[in-house]
């Protein structure tokens, strides 16, 4: 989940010690995030905090990697916001999140195909993990300016999306949650809109009260002009 992991990438940034040298600092920040995430990172550009009027981290040319091959991020920049107050009350507040020129790249593998059995263990659902990071995390916002999107499945079919912009609105886990997002796929404009009543039941794969309304240019069929 791109949403949990930007929020790993913000717990590891509250415990990293206040003074490191810029290469020590992604170094570290490397090593706790693959530590937490169970995915290979790297910091290849720079890294800036501030710590006034709020905690503010910018990473360049970040990288997150699934050992298995399955998941890829690579984001040009990422920009994140924790507010100082809170924080000294033991709760974490998070601005917002901003993901600028992230390219996202799932591959279907034999594994990812075998933990959608009804045979998996749940034990092992990784958005278990997700849950537990956004119980006492209050993000106000997770925005995604010209991303993009491509996943393969075990066929060796593509299917890719260009141009993504996006935002989604979500207070915490118990909370309607709103999302825009606007692509390019094979030509065509999509945008939508959706609200959902509550994150935690779709983290839970349950069913939850949705509403959508998408618009497609040109439409994939006369009959639906």
């Given at each position: 989940?791109?949403?949990?992991?930007a929020v790993v990438v913000?717990?590891?940034?509250?415990?990293?010690?206040?003074?490191?040298?810029?290469?020590?600092?992604?170094?570290?920040?490397?090593?706790?995030?693959?530590?937490?995430?169970?995915?290979?990172?790297?910091?290849?550009?720079?890294?800036?905090?501030?710590?006034?009027?709020?905690?503010?981290?910018?990473?360049?040319?970040?990288?997150?990697?699934?050992?298995?091959?399955?998941?890829?991020?690579?984001?040009?920049?990422?920009?994140?916001?924790?507010?100082l107050l809170p924080l000294?009350?033991?709760?974490?507040?998070?601005?917002?999140?901003?993901?600028?020129?992230?390219?996202?790249?799932?591959?279907?593998?034999?594994?990812?195909?075998?933990?959608?059995?009804?045979?998996?263990?749940?034990?092992?659902?990784?958005?278990?993990?997700?849950?537990?990071?956004?119980?006492?995390?209050?993000?106000?916002?997770?925005?995604?300016?010209?991303?993009?999107?491509?996943?393969?499945?075990?066929?060796?079919?593509?299917?890719?999306?260009?141009?993504?912009?996006?935002?989604?609105?979500?207070?915490?886990?118990?909370?309607?949650?709103?999302?825009?997002?606007?692509?390019?796929?094979?030509?065509?404009?999509?945008?939508?809109?959706?609200?959902?009543?509550?994150?935690?039941?779709?983290?839970?794969?349950?069913?939850?009260?949705?509403?959508?309304?998408?618009?497609?240019?040109?439409?994939?069929?006369p009959a639906l002009t």
């Amino acid at each position: 989940s791109l949403l949990g992991l930007a929020v790993v990438v913000i717990g590891v940034v509250l415990t990293l010690p206040s003074q490191l040298t810029s290469v020590v600092m992604r170094a570290e920040m490397a090593k706790r995030i693959s530590d937490a995430s169970g995915m290979d990172a790297a910091f290849n550009g720079p890294v800036n905090l501030s710590i006034f009027p709020d905690l503010g981290l910018v990473a360049q040319q970040v990288v997150l990697k699934a050992p298995d091959g399955s998941m890829g991020v690579a984001a040009g920049k990422i920009v994140a916001g924790v507010k100082l107050l809170p924080l000294l009350a033991g709760s974490v507040e998070i601005n917002e999140i901003s993901l600028d020129q992230p390219e996202i790249t799932l591959i279907e593998t034999d594994a990812v195909a075998d933990s959608n059995s009804p045979e998996t263990n749940s034990d092992n659902d990784p958005l278990k993990a997700v849950i537990s990071l956004l119980e006492n995390v209050r993000l106000s916002g997770l925005s995604v300016s010209d991303g993009k999107l491509s996943s393969q499945a075990l066929s060796g079919e593509v299917n890719e999306f260009t141009n993504i912009n996006a935002s989604l609105e979500a207070s915490n886990l118990d909370e309607q949650v709103v999302v825009a997002l606007s692509a390019v796929q094979n030509g065509r404009s999509l945008t939508m809109d959706a609200s959902v009543a509550s994150l935690r039941p779709i983290l839970q794969q349950q069913p939850a009260p949705v509403e959508i309304a998408i618009q497609v240019s040109p439409a994939p069929h006369p009959a639906l002009t």
